[in-house]
């Protein structure tokens, strides 16, 4: 199982940018995918789910309305894209994966914790600045 997170890169307050997350070795409609960043002097913290097979996504307050995780299952790829960034979200962005053990109740609860998470991908920097 091996997730690779790529399209980070520099990008001016207001831009946009999409994030890749390539899954091999699984079928991500098994797996809760969740995207999480973590800034240089602070915790890794959760900014989206996705659990296919429920259909229900959540995000962080911090991203909420600004950011939007897909799936595309013919490619076995997620997706977040991130429309009218803010120098707070500079960070290296990690996509993360779990096969689905519990109901999707579960995950609603849980999906920022690190510790749901069993893959990890290596991460790619965002930075938002002018």
């Known amino acids: 199982v091996q997730l690779q997170a790529s399209g980070g890169g520099l990008v001016q307050p207001g831009g946009s940018l999409r994030l890749s997350c390539a899954a091999s070795?699984?079928?991500?409609?098994?797996?809760?995918i969740g995207w999480f960043r973590q800034a240089p002097g602070k915790e890794r913290e959760g900014v989206s789910f996705?659990?296919?097979?429920?259909?229900?996504?959540v995000y962080a307050d911090s991203v909420k309305g600004r950011f939007t995780i897909s799936r595309d299952g013919g490619k076995n790829m997620v997706y977040l894209q991130m429309n009218s960034l803010k120098p707070e979200d500079t960070a290296i962005y990690y996509c993360?994966?779990?096969?689905?053990?519990?109901?999707?109740?579960?995950?609603?609860?849980?999906?920022?914790?690190?510790?749901?998470?069993?893959?990890w991908g290596q991460g790619t920097q965002v930075t938002v600045s002018s």
């Open positions: 993360a994966a779990v096969r689905r053990k519990y109901n999707s109740g579960h995950y609603v609860i849980t999906w920022a914790r690190i510790s749901t998470y069993d893959y």
């Open positions: 070795g699984f079928t991500l409609r098994n797996y809760v």
């Open positions: 996705v659990n296919p097979s429920a259909g229900s996504t």
